[in-house]
């Protein structure tokens, strides 16, 4: 049976506490940091195609996604329209993703900016996992209010060697990866929608992939939609509503 702890009001106020202000403190710092280390020229207006490319890639994700609400011949022409060998505009040919690859490679202020981001993330994240592992190690430092499978101790429990422990107890190392990973939200309140930690998220979702370059984007959406497997939701829409009006006539 797992065991009930009861803590200390001082590893709230030394340890658990300390360590959420200084990871906020320390998300912040890096923001700044990474917007002085940021070239002038790293961030031009923006390519009219490289845009128009993205948009193209966002308009093929959201056909493959919401693909079940339009018939099976709107669905196909629609997917000629972006998968044509010939014309379609998801359609790559291989010398000019090659050219864009020996270009995107031999770019060296894309590099520099990239090893610039990475040092400005690796280098804080080193020495606050440092600082935590020499101070706070070996803590219980918080308690979550519902219960947990067994699985969630590794997550949770890391650096407590006490399986006795009930798993809703939260390690001071674990607590300071659950703010590195879970402080997201709080820092785009905090530094707004131009979030330096987000930056990597927002070239994804431009379809630009390594480098802001969408060429490697669309041939990857280009793949996905030619994979996908058509299915209609309307004729499914009667049984469904049925058995909905079943569920609420039960109650």
Sequence with gaps: MAEELVLDTAIRDWVLVPLSVVMVLIGVLRYFVAKLMRSPSASPSPDPKLVKEGQVV???RNLRINSQYIPAKAFKSRKVYYTNEENGLLHVPKEEAQKAQAAMFSDPNMAMDMMKKNLSMIVPQTLTFAWVNFFFS??????????????FRGMLQNGIDLSTVDVSYVSSRSWYFLNLFGLRGLFSLILGEENANDDAQKMMQMGGGFGG???????AEKDNLDIIQHDWALPKMEHHAEEVLRKLLKK
């Design 138 to 151: 070996g803590f219980v430092a918080a308690k979550i209010p519902f219960p947990l499978t067994p699985r």
């Design 213 to 219: 370059n969408p060429t490697m984007g669309l041939a």
């Design 58 to 60: 966002i308009r093929a």
